[in-house]
């Protein structure tokens, strides 16, 4: 069974400070693929990253950057020098092999930046 | 423009009622899917897809029945509505079927059954 898990349910940060979501999954599939959404308090979800299992390299997009480590199957999202617009729920999500591009979803970490 | 719509935006009904959820992308995406978010946030699959082809359908009540007229268009038909339904539905597309395609997702219809 596919699973992934952001245990981090809320984190609250002041404007500017670094954070990180961690997100850890479960798959026994070889070929899978890996995503970071946001859904800011407008309500719709943005995508921001998709990253495949045979390629670990660290990625770097402005303030943020993610961490692939199939060592421990984490898939962990830092935001450097937080800001307010920053604040929303933010939703690792996992798709395995089969062609049906089903997308398994973590339970989201809510992120509040405050100024 | 906008890539993936969602009608109507919210949804207000009572018990036992029938409505339905239009969706329409405009990105010339194969594969369209719908997914439910409840009260706590948790996104989950239920339909999805693939050149009007129905490719998933998760374990969710008979009385929701997907559409696709066309590759563009995907509506959520609803029966007999429940005060469990209440939730917030996104449309979605994606490039194809496989798990190689990011979903773009449309603004999400909230629906709310008294």
Redesign the interface.
């Known amino acids: 069974a596919q699973k992934v898990t952001q245990a981090q349910t809320e984190i609250s940060v002041v404007e500017k400070e670094d954070v990180t979501l961690d997100c850890v999954y479960e798959t026994r599939d070889t070929t899978y693929y890996l995503f970071w959404y946001k859904q800011p308090p407008s309500g719709e979800l943005v995508f921001l990253i998709r990253r495949n299992s045979f390629d670990e390299q660290n990625e770097i997009s402005g303030r943020y950057s993610w961490n692939f480590q199939k060592s421990t199957s984490s898939f962990n999202f830092t935001i450097t020098a937080s800001q307010v617009v920053d604040s929303a729920v933010y939703f690792c999500a996992l798709s395995g092999s089969s062609n049906t591009g089903k997308l398994i979803f973590g339970q989201g970490t809510t992120l509040q930046v405050k100024p | 423009d906008t890539a993936v719509s969602q009608t109507p935006k919210y949804l207000v009904t009572q018990m036992g009622n029938d409505k339905s959820i239009k969706c329409e992308q405009n990105l010339g995406h194969d594969?369209m899917?719908w997914?439910k978010q409840d009260s706590?946030?948790?996104?989950?699959?239920m339909f999805?897809y693939?050149n009007k082809e129905l490719?998933?359908n998760e374990t969710v009540p008979n009385r929701f029945s997907p559409k696709s007229p066309d590759k563009a268009h995907l509506n959520l038909h609803i029966n007999s509505l429940e005060l469990g339904d209440s939730a917030?539905y996104?449309c979605?597309s994606?490039g194809?079927?496989?798990?190689?395609?990011?979903?773009?997702?449309?603004?999400?219809t909230?629906l709310t059954v008294t």
Do not use: H, M
Request: without cysteine; proline residues 3%; aromatic residues 22%.
């Open positions: 594969t899917y997914y706590k946030k948790f996104l989950k699959i999805s693939n490719i998933i917030v996104f979605a994606s194809g079927a496989s798990g190689v395609y990011e979903q773009y997702f449309g603004p999400g909230r």
